[in-house]
């Protein structure tokens, strides 16, 4: 396994996912009187998994079609679109 690699996944992936959407609807089903922490823990991880392996399955595939750099490319472009919007929306 590539360590360096494996950090800067992680690194990037966890900082990302830190206050997002996903991150809040979990707090609030675990918040929830007599919710099962352990249950709501095991779904939430489970969901990541399978959303991760959607993307790195699809990443995969789009990338024997289009060079990895124009995704790169694309990907960046489409965070700064997402981003002007919610500024011109707020």
Same mark, same amino acid.
């Given at each position: 396994?590539?360590?360096? *690699? +494996?950090?800067?996944?992680?690194?990037?992936?966890?900082?990302?996912?830190?206050?997002?959407?996903? #991150? $809040?609807?979990?707090? $609030? +089903?675990?918040?929830?009187?007599? @919710?099962?922490?352990?249950?709501?823990?095991?779904?939430?991880?489970?969901?990541?998994?399978?959303?991760?392996?959607?993307?790195?399955?699809?990443?995969?595939?789009?990338?024997?079609?289009?060079?990895?750099?124009? *995704? @790169?490319?694309?990907?960046?472009?489409?965070?700064? *679109?997402?981003?002007? =919007?919610?500024? =011109? #929306?707020?």
């Amino acid at each position: 396994m590539d360590i360096k *690699l +494996f950090a800067t996944v992680f690194a990037t992936i966890f900082l990302a996912e830190l206050g997002d959407k996903t #991150q $809040l609807a979990t707090l $609030l +089903f675990a918040a929830r009187e007599g @919710s099962n922490l352990l249950a709501v823990f095991v779904a939430a991880s489970a969901a990541l998994i399978a959303a991760s392996a959607i993307a790195v399955l699809a990443g995969g595939v789009i990338s024997n079609y289009i060079d990895p750099k124009y *995704l @790169s490319y694309i990907a960046g472009v489409a965070f700064i *679109l997402v981003g002007a =919007w919610t500024i =011109w #929306q707020a």
